[in-house]
């Protein structure tokens, strides 16, 4: 039978390896650039941990893993033959693969709080894992890209951390917009129309003004139990428009009742003039409502301009990360660059720079064992300067070994024959172009950089 891979997961090639580095890589140096510190946890945690902090379905979607030995030790045969999978499985896993990055982190956190220094800046790299069932763009195993700054309730934080989502789509080349909203304004919203628990379905609801009209915003508000007065206090809201200065001032005047409302209203108008250079990217956008259970303040989104996609950038504030581990009054705020998205993004806009796609840089044919022990000094040289080089293991024809490099997309190739090796030097054959030189060690070289 032919082997194959759990569903869910994914193989990836060399080159997809190339690129996907290019983007783990980028995200790294600016997040170092602007003074965070990587740190990495286990891909398995004890299930105490884990259990408990995503909700009754994020439970389910946990990867157990089954306790080593003999676990049946202490389960009796009436608990066996009850057959309540959940039950068992809490007598038999100890353990389970990593759901997310957060609460993996603030389990990190409050186990070395001693040993950190406040505010905490971090961020993390690595793959997470749920038992999801697999459909196009949902992975059982897929990578989060983290950062997060805690011990720090400053919106300075929030402003840098906009600054690296810039920055990073800069350096892609991928233009974005990117959506701020605050929880504290939602929360507000739905104090002054006395409706707390309808604030997903009527940010829905004006999330479909352009498609549907506004008539048809209102019936559907109407249909979700919002009550005629209710949704009449909602008209200024469902039709906010204007620059980001003009909607925050309406919410201002709509929620001048609500001390709640205004101090988020406040938090977005402080971030938003702090970034002056970013003001074509950033946008007041109040439909958006992402992990309302979770955050408590600031809440952004990122949507690539060019490409139909998802979200590829995502983050918030949240008021008690620690508290679930018995740490309470730990605020933090944090975005994760969805990593799998920006990959189909960057290769449908071909954006992946092409020095940043070459592995070797240059194949030194092998023309016998003489030509070769010359080679490998060369070699050795080459590689001491910062080049990737290779040379063809075998001494076989010369069509094998040219074949191999336009394989592998390498873009130049060194020839060293008997000519080559009296005059001390090597001929760099350029596959693109086909135009040779000889040259020296030295010139080979600067020509590579």
Same mark, same amino acid.
């Given at each position: 039978m032919k082997p194959s891979i759990p569903k869910g997961t994914r193989d990836f090639s060399s080159d997809e390896m190339t690129k996907r580095n290019y983007i783990f890589n980028t995200i790294k140096e600016v997040y170092a650039l602007y003074g965070f510190q990587q740190i990495e946890t286990p891909a398995m945690e004890n299930l105490s941990t884990l259990m408990g902090k995503y909700g009754e379905e994020g439970d389910k979607l946990l990867f157990k893993i089954q306790n080593s030995g003999d676990y049946f030790k202490g389960i009796t045969d009436e608990e066996l033959l009850s057959r309540n999978a959940s039950k068992l499985a809490s007598r038999f896993c100890e353990k389970g693969l990593r759901y997310d990055l957060t609460v993996p982190f603030a389990?990190?956190?409050?186990?070395?709080?001693?040993?950190?220094?406040?505010?905490?800046?971090?961020?993390?790299?690595?793959?997470?894992?749920?038992?999801?069932?697999?459909?196009?763009?949902?992975?059982?195993?897929?990578?989060?890209?983290?950062?997060?700054?805690?011990?720090?309730?400053?919106?300075?934080?929030?402003?840098?951390?906009?600054?690296?989502?810039?920055?990073?789509?800069?350096?892609?080349?991928?233009?974005?917009?990117? !959506? /701020?909203?605050?929880?504290?304004? +939602? *929360? #507000?919203?739905?104090?002054?129309?006395?409706?707390?628990? %309808?604030i997903v379905e009527i940010t829905v609801a004006i999330d479909k003004l352009d498609?549907?009209?506004?008539?048809?915003?209102?019936?559907?508000?109407?249909?979700?139990?919002?009550?005629?007065?209710?949704?009449? !206090? /909602?008209?200024?809201?469902?039709? +906010? *428009? #204007?620059?980001?200065?003009?909607?925050?001032?309406?919410? %201002?005047?709509?929620?001048?009742?609500?001390?709640?409302?205004?101090?988020?209203?406040?938090?977005?108008?402080?971030?938003?003039?702090?970034?002056?250079?970013?003001?074509?990217?950033?946008?007041?956008?109040?439909? /958006?409502?992402?992990?309302?259970?979770?955050y408590t303040g600031s809440i952004f989104e990122v949507k690539a301009l060019d490409v139909?996609?998802?979200?590829?950038?995502?983050?918030?504030?949240?008021?008690?990360?620690?508290?679930i581990f018995g740490m309470p009054g730990v605020s933090g705020v944090g975005i994760s660059f969805g990593?799998?998205?920006?990959?189909?993004?960057?290769?449908?806009?071909?954006?992946?720079?092409?020095?940043?796609?070459?592995r070797t840089k240059v194949l030194f044919v092998n023309f016998g064992e003489s030509e070769a022990d010359y080679c490998l000094k060369v070699l050795q040289e080459v590689r001491s300067a910062g080049i990737s080089a290779e040379i063809y293991p075998d001494s076989v024809k010369m069509k094998k070994q040219m074949s191999y490099a336009n394989a592998k997309q390498i873009p130049y190739v060194a020839l060293v024959g008997e000519t080559e090796m009296a005059s001390g030097q090597i001929t760099l054959k350029n596959m693109d172009t086909g135009e040779q030189k000889l040259l020296t060690i030295h010139d080979l070289i600067a020509s590579l950089y």
């Open positions: 389990r990190y956190v409050v186990q070395h709080r001693d040993e950190l220094t406040m505010p905490f800046k971090r961020y993390q790299i690595q793959p997470v894992w749920r038992a999801d069932r697999p459909q196009k763009g949902r992975y059982r195993e897929f990578y989060q890209c983290d950062a997060d700054i805690v011990g720090s309730t400053s919106l300075l934080n929030e402003v840098e951390l906009m600054q690296i989502i810039d920055t990073v789509f800069s350096k892609f080349g991928v233009r974005v917009c990117i !959506k /701020l909203n605050n929880r504290k304004i +939602l *929360s #507000g919203i739905a104090e002054i129309i006395g409706q707390a628990d %309808k498609k549907i009209g506004l008539d048809n915003v209102n019936a559907e508000l109407a249909e979700n139990g919002l009550p005629a007065d209710a949704i009449e !206090k /909602l008209q200024p809201i469902i039709n +906010l *428009s #204007g620059t980001n200065t003009d909607k925050l001032a309406t919410m %201002k005047e709509v929620l001048k009742e609500s001390d709640t409302g205004l101090q988020g209203v406040e938090e977005c108008e402080y971030i938003l003039s702090k970034l002056t250079d970013l003001n074509n990217a950033v946008e007041f956008d109040l439909t /958006l409502a992402r992990g309302l259970n979770y139909e996609i998802g979200s590829i950038t995502g983050g918030g504030r949240y008021d008690n990360l620690t508290g990593a799998d998205r920006i990959f189909d993004v960057l290769n449908q806009l071909d954006l992946y720079p092409k020095e940043a796609m070459i």
